[in-house]
């Protein structure tokens, strides 16, 4: 490394594998249809699943929760939030999608990466996500 560059870890494929399949074994044991996407701390597409009988947009649903995770670093649940507390200026923030369902996947106190899911409904969402982001840890 030189004073020029900078070493981040990010998730691997394995690692993405891994969330993926934990956040199906969450869904199916609900009974819910869901479409999963990880994405590297850039919001750049690692991985991403729909099961068979999840609706279409939860593709691009998922695939932006979790790029609002990864990029804010944070859930994607807060900036929902912000904006039912009365902050609708969030709307404007290029690239975002402020719903329930995407939340950092943190390694070793660094994010590595976010999960974003989508077809579970809010609440559902979230849980499922919490969920995968700690297959990497468990």
Do not use: C, Y
Request: cysteine-free.
């Amino acid at each position: 490394m030189t004073p020029f560059t900078r070493q981040r870890p990010h998730i691997a494929l394995a690692g993405a594998r891994a969330v993926i399949n934990k956040a199906h074994e969450v869904a199916q044991a609900h009974g819910w249809h869901i479409a999963v996407a990880v994405v590297d701390p850039s919001g750049a597409l690692l991985a991403f699943e729909r099961d068979d009988l999840a609706i279409g947009i939860t593709t691009e649903v998922a695939l932006g929760k979790a790029r609002t995770a990864a990029l804010l670093q944070a859930p994607s649940k807060e900036f929902e939030d912000m904006i039912n507390a009365g902050r609708p200026s969030f709307l404007s923030t290029p690239g975002a999608t402020p719903l329930e369902g995407g939340v950092p996947i943190v390694v070793d106190q660094q994010i590595v990466g976010a999960v974003g899911i989508s077809g579970a409904h809010g609440p559902n969402d979230s849980l499922v996500a919490i969920e995968a982001a700690r297959a990497l840890i468990a």
